[in-house]
T-cell receptor
Framework: EAEVAQSPRYKITEKSQAVAFWCDPI?????LYWYRQILGQGPELLVQ????????DSQLPKDRFSAERLKGVDSTLKIQPAELGDSAMYLC?????????????FGNGTRLTVT | AQKVTQAQTEISVVEKEDVTLDCVYE???????LFWYKQPPSGELVFLIR??????QNEISGRYSWNFQKSTSSFNFTITASQVVDSAVYFC??????????FGKGTMLLVSP
């Protein structure tokens, strides 16, 4: 079964450093999402792409976070500079459609620790 | 605004017991979708089921069953004869139209041998 690929699996970085995460969605899935999951909480959306366009980044801390999906396929999420509070699991997901009801398929996530 | 409440933070059972995970939701939309996801210790979120607001039929898949009741805005999940491999965090989620998927805080299920 096709999967959403994410790398790296784990990342440890010092505060004020830059960090980047990569995601390759399921082939044919036009919609791509980046979620952040703090320990003990449910995932919260950071940014949503439809093809190469951002359709929702209202919860993305734009002073330090950026995301791109240049060719409408894979995507990169960057944090610069990282802060201690950014320690969390970063999950990428994709779906066939933006419409409600289209299940999201998640990758294994990147667990970020900021020291 | 949409909201999903999973009041049970953690449930512990012994293998072979039945267990029900509760989910209560809020939405103003008449057409919406409810989901359950499983997150094992490895971290990935695994899609289990989707239900739309017009389909109130309960569903059974092996040891899993789901009870959707619009009258009480609930979408509960029951595992029959639980197994150690069922140990995970389970999330209920909701969306409608083009809104983003809203997750509850999750219920951690611990099944001991």
């Amino acid at each position: 079964e096709a999967e959403v690929a994410q790398s790296p699996r784990y990342k440890i970085t010092e505060k004020s450093q830059a960090v980047a995460f990569w995601c390759d969605p399921i082939s044919g899935h036009a919609t791509l999402y980046w979620y952040r999951q703090i320990l003990g909480q449910g995932p919260e959306l950071l940014v949503q792409f439809q093809d190469e366009s951002v359709v929702d980044d209202s919860q993305l801390p734009k002073d330090r976070f950026s995301a791109e999906r240049l060719k409408g396929v894979d995507s990169t999420l960057k944090i610069q500079p990282a802060e201690l509070g950014d320690s969390a699991m970063y999950l990428c997901a994709s779906s066939y459609s933006r419409q409600g009801g289209s299940p999201l398929h998640f990758g294994n996530g990147t667990r970020l620790t900021v020291t | 605004a949409q909201k999903v409440t999973q009041a049970q933070t953690e449930i512990s059972v012994v293998e072979k017991e039945d267990v029900t995970l509760d989910c209560v939701y809020e939405t103003r939309d008449t057409t919406y979708y409810l989901f359950w996801y499983k997150q094992p210790p490895s971290g990935e979120l695994v899609f289990l089921i989707r239900r739309n607001s017009f389909d109130e039929q309960n569903e059974i898949s092996g040891r899993y069953s789901w009870n959707f009741q619009k009258s009480t805005s609930s979408f509960n999940f029951t595992i029959t004869a639980s197994q150690v491999v069922d140990s995970a965090v389970y999330f209920c989620a909701l969306n409608s139209g083009y809104s983003t998927l809203t997750f509850g805080k999750g219920t951690m299920l611990l099944v001991s041998p």
